[in-house]
């Protein structure tokens, strides 16, 4: 199983970006698909997830700016940013959450993308 994440970049303080993730191989199922993010010096902290019948959670520091969606028939998670500040520049990783394999022994796992750059110019 892979996840391709695009659509990080540099942007000004106050503008909007789009984030895709699309996870890829023997997938039969996942259950929660989401975003972490990771500043410079600071750990790795929850963004947003969304599960296959749609619940979502929100980190609070970007209720009301941040979205989260996602189509199953794609396995694909999206993160549409608006309202950006430069306290939201970190890496965005992808994550997709109890991903059972259509291949035998089917597994359980969690995987993750390779990260993206959002930075935010103020």
């Known amino acids: 199983v892979q996840l391709q994440a695009s659509g990080g970049g540099l942007v000004q303080a106050g503008g909007s970006l789009r984030l895709s993730c699309a996870a890829s191989g023997s997938i039969f199922s996942i259950n929660g698909m989401g975003w972490y993010r990771q500043a410079p010096g600071k750990q790795r902290e929850l963004v947003a997830v969304i599960t296959s019948g749609g619940r979502t959670n929100y980190a609070d520091s970007v209720k009301g700016r941040f979205t989260i969606s996602r189509e199953n028939v794609k396995n694909t998670v999206y993160l549409q940013m608006h309202s950006l500040k430069p306290e939201d520049t970190a890496v965005y990783y992808c994550?997709?959450?109890?991903?059972?394999?259509?291949?035998?022994?089917?597994?359980?796992?969690?995987?993750w993308g390779q990260g993206t750059l959002v930075t935010v110019s103020s």
């Open positions: 994550v997709a959450e109890r991903v059972l394999t259509n291949i035998l022994p089917r597994t359980v796992n969690d995987y």
